[in-house]
């Protein structure tokens, strides 16, 4: 950038003697000030978060163990999901297939969302190479897809029921959730009556959590009291209603497959698309 000049010139009357009775006056110097070019190599950049290794997250959060922790939403042919709006919500039934099958060929367990509360409150030894399948919002294709092919593979999973929205179009129904249910396979755990955030009043959200609570328990569900956050962001509001309900867990949207019961609350997934599972990290 050119430099700002700042001078002050003195006229001596055209350049000749100075009028009768005038002060003479000094003559500033001009001075020169130089104001240099901002790039962006001068501006100070964000400095990266460090991501702690297994190893810091046990010794600060710990006991912690490794256990992806796989979560879905529908299952369904994907002209289905165009014309409901619903792709970037949906894995085919093919792919979820090939996920099951990926499982079993490289030897994981899938293990209840309870056997992991029970490693942070008993110290439960859960199988080395143990993963948890969850589905959220708890869509009718669950049951008309998901539910024969996970069936098939003998696998476990946990579905996250916002109690208010079962019975409407496109959801379970409570006849469907017992019969899920029965099989010994399948959880349901508390996603709020009306899929609320856990933004908003402390009333709000614990009317939201407590009376999806109470009607999980009226259909014998969700014994282990376990919570996922709708849209997946956690609140310090909801983690003290939870706490105070007595639920053990509460599982976010964020990425990561290390579980610690110092953060039992805030817990990570892995949110699984149209890839393989070897994508994931798996």
């Known amino acids: 950038m050119a430099g700002i000049v700042l001078g002050v010139i003195i006229d001596w009357v055209r350049f000749g003697r100075l009028k009768k009775n005038e002060t003479k006056l000094t003559v500033i110097p001009t001075v020169t000030i130089t104001i240099p070019t901002i790039t962006a190599a001068m501006i100070p950049t964000k400095i990266p978060v460090k991501q702690l290794t297994f190893d810091e997250m046990n010794n600060s959060f710990g006991p912690c163990v490794r256990v992806p922790v796989l979560m879905f939403h529908h299952i369904q042919e994907m002209k289905d999901a165009k014309e409901k709006h619903q792709t970037s919500l949906t894995v085919i039934p093919e792919d979820f297939r090939k996920d099951m099958e ?48 996970l069936k098939e593979y003998g696998f476990k999973a946990t579905i996250f029921t916002p109690t208010g929205l079962v019975q409407n179009p496109d959801y379970l129904s ?24 856990s933004t908003g009043s402390p009333e709000v959200l614990e009317k939201e959590i407590s009376l999806a609570d109470t009607q999980l328990n009226e259909h014998g569900e969700n014994q282990a009291k376990i919570f996922a956050y709708p849209y997946g962001n956690p609140s310090k509001s909801a983690e003290s209603v939870l706490q105070k309900s007595g639920y053990k867990m509460a599982f976010t949207t964020v990425s990561g497959s290390t579980m610690c019961k110092g953060k039992r609350y805030e817990l990570p997934r892995i949110r699984v698309g149209n890839a393989s599972l070897k994508a994931y990290g798996l």
């Open 102 to 149: 990926y499982l079993k060929t490289n030897n994981y367990t899938s293990i209840s969302l309870a056997d992991l509360a029970a490693f942070f409150d008993q110290g439960l030894a859960l199988p080395k190479k143990s993963v948890a399948i969850t589905l959220d919002d708890a869509y009718e294709d669950n049951y008309s897809i998901m539910w024969p092919i």
């Open 174 to 197: 409570w006849d469907q959730i017992k019969e899920m249910s029965n099989s010994g396979l399948v959880y349901f755990g508390n996603h709020t009556w009306s899929h609320h955030g």
